[in-house]
């Protein structure tokens, strides 16, 4: 009887042993699944906060097209200066002030014969004194800062006599002819335009891109000019593709190698004027 005692005993304590290991696997079973799924709620967690990274990176693009829009913009801005150009040119009483060289210090050169079509009084920078202008009065509404041999360098040289008392309300760059490189050029009108704007902030300012030479010799010079003014958000008027599209010979719009004849002053006095218009 105790050997049969003794044998019940060890079933039993065989069963609960199997029992016990079975409800160690199954708690182990547990831990684990519940520990996976901890785990994939917390990659799904980092999925959505790389995901929601995406949008802040969306909304970058966004800000890109904003700066090309912004791009967009300055160029309309740069056309709105030709607009501007043609308002202070029609408005009543308007005062211009043109910079540039020998192609223009003549009374029968573009300067005055524009002068001259639209009926605003000029005066004529004085080459010989260079101190001042010659028929400048209180009545004068255009004023030809013309100098012989002349880069943009020198009206900033001669500042203080060259720019009219009372601001102008429009100021035209004509420069090119007398430019060893397109750097020194590009450099010098950079000069002069930032003196205008420190002068008159509100003046509009517009670059004539001057006539060609014989065989288009000043044609970098003049495209670095053009280049430039784009740059500089200013607007050009392109008097060497009048002379290039004229149905006159090239030799006709010239004196010489560069300076232009009666006809080319003409031509380049209506180009002027057309833009303006």
């Not at 696997?25 to 994939?40: I, M, T």
């Not at 009483?93 to 001259?116: H, I, K, N, P």
């Amino acid at each position: 009887m105790a050997r049969s005692s003794d044998r019940r005993s060890s079933a039993l304590a065989l069963v609960v042993a199997l029992v016990l290991m079975v409800l160690v696997a199954g708690l182990w079973a547990f831990v684990f699944f519940d520990h996976r799924q901890a785990s994939s709620a917390q990659a799904s967690t980092s999925g959505s906060s790389a995901g929601s990274s995406s949008p802040g990176e969306s909304s970058s693009s966004p800000s890109s097209e904003s700066s090309s829009s912004d791009g967009d913009d300055g160029a309309a801005e740069g056309e709105g200066t030709l607009d501007q150009a043609r308002e202070a040119f029609a408005a009543d009483g308007s005062r211009v002030l043109v910079l540039g060289d020998e192609t223009g210090d003549s009374w029968d050169e573009w300067a005055f014969l524009l002068a001259e079509s639209q009926g605003l009084p000029g005066a004529m920078w004085m080459t010989q004194t260079e101190n001042g202008y010659s028929g400048a009065s209180e009545g004068t509404r255009l004023w030809s800062g013309a100098m012989t041999e002349a880069t943009a360098d020198y009206p900033v040289e001669h500042w203080d006599a060259m720019w009219p008392s009372t601001d102008p309300d429009l100021v035209l760059l004509s420069y090119g002819h007398h430019y060893s490189s397109a750097d020194e050029a590009t450099q010098s009108m950079e000069e002069l335009r930032a003196a205008i704007t420190e002068q008159a902030p509100e003046t509009p300012i517009v670059v004539v891109l001057q006539n060609p030479q014989a065989d288009d010799a000043n044609a970098s010079v003049r495209e670095a000019i053009a280049g430039w003014a784009e740059e500089s958000g200013l607007p050009t008027i392109d008097v060497a593709a009048a002379f290039a599209e004229s149905d006159q010979a090239p030799e006709n719009l010239r004196l010489d190698e560069m300076h232009p004849s009666s006809a080319g002053s003409q031509l380049w006095a209506e180009t002027v004027e057309e833009a303006l218009a």
